[in-house]
């Protein structure tokens, strides 16, 4: 159990076809009154010659919203 909250709880799917897959998710943290990190996710990845690179939305509330990258080789 963490130190900083109650848990949480997380979902989501991907749909992946050939060479790219799109993804969803959803954040809930528990016991908290700072929704700030709770929400939605939206992604999708591609994946040519055993190369991959993945992009993640992430709505912050408060803070704004994010836009991840990573690249793998």
Do not use: A, H, W
């Not at 992946?16 to 929704?35: K, S």
């Amino acid at each position: 159990m963490p130190e900083d909250s109650k848990g949480k709880i997380n979902f989501g799917t991907e749909y992946g076809y050939d060479t790219i897959c799109l993804r969803i998710g959803y954040e809930r943290l528990l016991g908290r009154e700072n929704l700030t990190k709770t929400g939605f996710r939206l992604g999708f990845g591609v994946k040519i010659r055993g190369i991959m690179l993945d992009s993640t939305f992430i709505p912050q509330g408060n803070l704004g919203n994010t836009l991840s990258f990573s690249l793998t080789f």
